[in-house]
Each structure stands twice: as structure tokens, then as C-alpha cells.
């Protein structure tokens, strides 16, 4: 099977614009979860997909959203870019939901750089 | 801090030596995971063990967990140039998803 794809790789952009990140899961899994890792704040998580609806969130303001399709392929979105929302974006897919989220199986990520 | 603590922040040894690393979490738990990340990579599952599992092997890998202390250690024994990376804990509690700070190990060839 083929692994989490995330893209683009690498993304630059400039304070108050807006990126849209795209995520496929594994073919099969359902779930698909979201975290932002910095050196400062480490791996943070900002929320979980399971069949189109949003499950579970992280403490993220609302500048951070997601979603997800149908063929269970995933979006996040960041609107009004800040210097601080620089980071590598990892995705991460599994079978459950949840509690019963088992293990999840990362993307290479996603790293924007905000200038 | 909602993350869970490890220790230690960085370890650095010799090859084939063993490294212990340990996390510390703050609430009680439905499982926990260990992850290893080469250089701002992403994350590679290593094992998940249950809050109703004291310990768990695999391969050169073993994890306890000791849910009266809310901590969990990972061991790597014979440890590899290639086993330098980051490693984190996973939480799992209700819906709460938590990584700790990670450790980075460092092997010397």
C-alpha cells in the first residue's frame, strides 16, 4: 500500500496570506490527524477527521481549520499567516477514531515558512 | 503544559550500548506510543502499549509502562549508528492526543 502523501513539500509565504495543505491517508483508513511541530512548541496536535466530520480539535485559534473529503483525502487550511505559524505540518492516518485511533502512520510533512 | 515530560532531553552513546528513555504524562491513559523521527522528517510508529500492558517488545525494542507512575520507558538495546533520531511518546486519553517534548539520541559510531 501506498503511504500518507502530504503537499506540497515545502511552502513559503508572507505574513496575512493564507495556505491550504493537502493530505492523502492510506487507502483504507479512515482517520486522518493533524500536527504542527516547532522547535519551540514541539508536536502539537490540531485535530482529527473520521468520515468527513471533525472528532476531536486541538487548542489552536480558529485561523487554523480542516476537512475532509469523502475518499477521506484532507485539507487543512491556515488563513491571515503568522510569522509564528512557521512549521512542519504533519498528517498522520489510521484505521479508528479516537480512542481507538491504534497506530497512526505519518506523512513526510508539509514545511511552511512565513517571511 | 498540556505535553507530557522526557527525559532525557538529549543522549548521546556509543554504539552498541543501550538507551533508556522515559516519558511522563499527566492524566490517565488508554495507550501510549513511541514514535522516532530522523532529521524534521515524519514520524515512524515503534510500538503502542495498551494502559492495561506493563511491557512490550520488539525487535531491539522494549517498552514499559508503569501507569501508577504515569511513565513509560523505551529501551533500545545494541544500539546503531542508524538508530540517531528524535523519539517521542504518544498519549491517548479520552480524546486527548498528546506528544511529549522527545529525546534525541545521538549513537557514535
Known amino acids: 500500500k501506498a503511504g500518507v502523501t502530504q503537499t506540497p513539500r515545502y511552502l513559503i509565504k508572507t505574513r496575512g496570506q493564507q495556505v491550504t495543505l493537502s493530505c492523502s491517508p492510506i487507502?483504507?483508513?479512515?482517520?486522518v490527524s493533524w500536527y504542527q511541530q516547532t522547535p519551540g512548541q514541539g508536536l502539537q496536535f490540531l485535530f482529527e477527521y473520521f468520515s468527513e466530520t471533525q472528532r476531536n480539535k486541538g487548542n489552536f485559534p480558529g485561523r487554523f481549520s480542516g476537512r475532509q473529503f469523502s475518499n477521506s483525502r484532507s485539507e487543512m487550511n491556515v488563513s491571515t499567516l503568522e510569522l509564528g505559524d512557521s512549521a512542519l505540518y504533519l498528517c498522520a492516518s489510521s484505521p479508528g477514531q479516537g480512542v481507538h485511533l491504534g497506530t497512526q502512520y505519518f506523512g513526510p510533512g508539509t514545511r511552511l515558512l512565513v517571511l | 503544559s498540556q505535553q507530557g515530560e522526557e527525559d532525557p532531553q538529549a543522549l548521546s552513546i556509543q554504539e552498541g550500548e543501550n538507551a533508556t528513555m522515559n516519558c511522563s504524562y499527566k492524566t490517565s491513559i488508554n495507550n501510549l506510543q513511541w514514535y522516532r523521527q530522523n532529521s524534521g522528517r515524519g514520524l515512524v510508529h515503534l510500538i503502542l502499549i495498551r494502559s492495561n500492558e506493563r511491557e512490550k517488545h520488539s525487535g531491539r525494542l522494549r517498552v514499559t509502562l508503569d501507569t501508577s507512575k504515569k511513565s513509560s520507558s523505551l529501551l533500545i538495546t545494541a544500539s546503531r549508528a542508524a538508530d540517531t533520531a528524535s523519539y517521542f511518546c504518544?498519549?491517548?486519553?479520552?480524546?486527548?492526543?498528546?506528544f511529549g517534548e522527545g529525546t534525541q539520541l545521538t549513537v557514535n559510531p
Open positions: 504518544q498519549e491517548t486519553s479520552g480524546s486527548r492526543l498528546t
Open positions: 487507502s483504507g483508513h479512515r482517520s
